[in-house]
């Protein structure tokens, strides 16, 4: 006795399985298509998103130097080993 029982026939190939086969392929070239879009378009967009204008940079920079001159004016005239 097979494994599909007593008088069973197996499935024919026809020709709504070729087109459902052909669909498939083109599913598949669609979602691959749509997807190298979109994520083309979610890069773009987080890069424009992170831009930093130069105002901020030079404020960030000037911030930065007033601090390191703070902790020279504290630590002024103290040994290299005082951390």
Not at 8 to 33: D, V
Not at 39 to 67: G, Q
Request: charge should be neutral; proline fraction near 2%; avoid cysteine.
């Amino acid at each position: 006795m097979s494994y599909m029982g007593k008088g069973a026939q197996p499935a024919k190939r026809g020709r709504r399985s070729e087109r459902s086969e052909a669909m498939g392929g083109f599913n598949w070239t669609l979602i691959t298509i749509v997807g190298a879009i979109v994520l083309a378009a979610v890069i773009a967009w987080a890069a424009l998103r992170n831009r930093t204008s130069r105002s901020t940079v030079e404020h960030s920079e000037e911030a930065t130097r007033k601090v390191y001159e703070e902790e020279e004016r504290a630590h002024h005239g103290e040994g290299d080993d005082v951390p």
